[in-house]
Nanobody, 126 residues
Framework: QVQLVESGGGLVQAGGSLRLSCAAS????????MGWFRQAPGQEREFVAT????????DYADSVKGRFTISRDNAENTVSLQMNNLKAEDTAVYYC???????????????????WGQGTQVTVSS
C-alpha cells in the first residue's frame, strides 16, 4: 500500500520561507517521477514542480521558478519542496504525488499521478 504524507505547511508572511516534506511508504521516491501540486480555493489543481530519473532532473512552473526548489532523499525516501520569497498568491493546499503513467514526457498533468498525499495548507499573508 502506497502512502504519501506531507508536512511542513503553515502560515508565513510574504517574503518568508517554508520547507514542505513528503514521506513515502510502499514505493520508493526514485522509482518514478515525484511531483508537487497545489490547489487554491475555487481553482483547479496546478503543477508546481517535479523531480525524476536517476539524475534527479527537475522542472518547475514558471510562477515558482527561481523561488522554489524540489529535492529528493533516496535514503530517507522523501521528497521536499523548499519555498523561498513566498507571495500571497502561493497560498494553497500543497500535494505530493507519485507519477504512475508509464509513458509520455509531460510530467505536469495531475492525471499522470496515481498516488497523492492528503495535502498541507500553506498560507502567505501580505
Amino acid at each position: 500500500q502506497v502512502q504519501l504524507v506531507e508536512s511542513g505547511g503553515g502560515l508565513v508572511q510574504a517574503g518568508g520561507s517554508l520547507r514542505l516534506s513528503c514521506a513515502a511508504s510502499g514505493r520508493t521516491v526514485s522509482s518514478s517521477a515525484m511531483g508537487w501540486f497545489r490547489q487554491a480555493p475555487g481553482q483547479e489543481r496546478e503543477f508546481v514542480a517535479t523531480i525524476r530519473g536517476s539524475g534527479g532532473d527537475t522542472d518547475y512552473a514558471d510562477s515558482v521558478k527561481g523561488r522554489f526548489t524540489i529535492s529528493r532523499d533516496n535514503a530517507e525516501n522523501t521528497v521536499s519542496l523548499q519555498m523561498n520569497n513566498l507571495k500571497a498568491e502561493d497560498t494553497a493546499v500543497y500535494y505530493c504525488a507519485a507519477r504512475t503513467l508509464r509513458f509520455g514526457s509531460n510530467y505536469r498533468r495531475p492525471y499522470e499521478y496515481g498516488y497523492w498525499g492528503q495535502g498541507t495548507q500553506v498560507t502567505v499573508s501580505s
